[in-house]
């Protein structure tokens, strides 16, 4: 059974930095582009970055460039979100999500963890 898991979420306040992990079973996360998204109340799960198989491209949206930055260890199977100088903007349940293509939509990946609340207080 595929199962991914995020943890590393919580409260910090505006400058904080927080860092954001995603595990995997069932699942080898080398075989995978892997993407975070995240989830603000009454909004659609958005874009926030994602990286090849390898490691070697990354892609960020625009309103967390400078500030995040992803990256995985494949041989503990783990992807990784460093978020700094968060916003309260930045509010959200983040999730990870796998598949096969360098991709910002939703729909381009399959499986999907349950996500990590990330709050940011100004």
């Known amino acids: 059974q595929v199962q991914l898991v995020e943890s590393g979420g919580g409260s910090v306040q505006a400058g904080g930095s927080l860092r954001l992990s995603c595990a995997a079973s069932?699942?080898?996360?080398?075989?995978?582009?892997i993407g975070w998204f995240r989830q603000a109340p009454g909004k659609e799960r958005a874009f926030v970055s994602a990286?090849?198989?390898?490691?070697?491209?990354?892609y960020y949206a625009d309103s967390v460039k400078g500030r995040f930055t992803i990256s995985r260890d494949n041989a503990k199977n783990m992807v990784y979100l460093q978020m700094n100088s968060l916003k309260p903007e930045d509010t959200a349940v983040y999730h990870c999500?796998?598949?096969?293509?360098?991709?910002?939509?939703?729909?381009?990946?399959?499986?999907w963890g349950q996500g990590t609340q990330v709050t940011v207080s100004s």
């Open positions: 069932g699942r080898i996360l080398s075989r995978y582009v």
């Open positions: 999500g796998d598949g096969g293509v360098f991709s910002t939509r939703r729909t381009d990946y399959d499986y």
């Open positions: 990286i090849t198989q390898s490691g070697g491209n990354t």
